[in-house]
């Protein structure tokens, strides 16, 4: 117990004099994550330093959900037996996006003039007869109106009679002027 009387001594010595001597690079230094024992120590810009710390590092922030789900076990099978049809895939579909199906897809996608990415898309499903009939066309346009007219339709204007080409022996402006002297 002797023993350690010595730096039980030193550390509160040290610790004394941490408080009594003022801090000259106190702006210069980044705040410190401290106890609520160090904080109270009296120094005014300390507390809100460190304060303002502990508020930026408590602030949420909100996981974005995904916008595309992976597909099922059995979806995969869906694939992989298409690909199987087509011979691009070999072996039993299993419902793994292993790298035998990735290879199959990038096959199959190179095969027929689609980005060979390996990843599952709209155009590649549609061409495996397995997407939507209208993937990667361009968004639904409006109906159009039946022809049957709502209102009367307004009369054509009336047509304007022909002007005279204008003749090649005869200037119209030396016409209207009589010649200057």
Known sequence: M??????????????LLSLIV????????????????????GSASTPSASSAAKKKSKKRRSRREPTQKAPTPD???????????????????????DL???????????????????????????KLGLGSEIAGVSAPRPPVPATTPAA?????APARPPSPPPS??????SAAKPPSR
């Not at 095969?111 to 590649?124: D, V």
């Open 168 to 173: 090649s022996t005869s200037n119209s402006a």
């Open 100 to 126: 035998n199906t990735v290879a199959a897809m990038q096959k199959f996608q190179s095969g027929n003039g689609l980005e060979p990415s390996g990843k599952i898309n709209a155009l590649s499903l549609q």
């Open 2 to 15: 002797k023993a350690s009387l010595p730096w039980i001594t030193i550390a509160a010595a040290l610790l």
């Open 22 to 41: 003022p801090d000259t690079n106190a702006r210069s230094r980044k705040p410190r994550h401290s106890s609520p024992q160090a904080s109270s120590s």
């Open 75 to 97: 979806r995969i099978k869906e694939i992989q037996s298409a690909l199987g049809r087509r011979g691009y895939y070999q072996g039993e579909p299993n419902g793994k996006w």
């Open 152 to 156: 009367p339709a307004p009369a054509p």
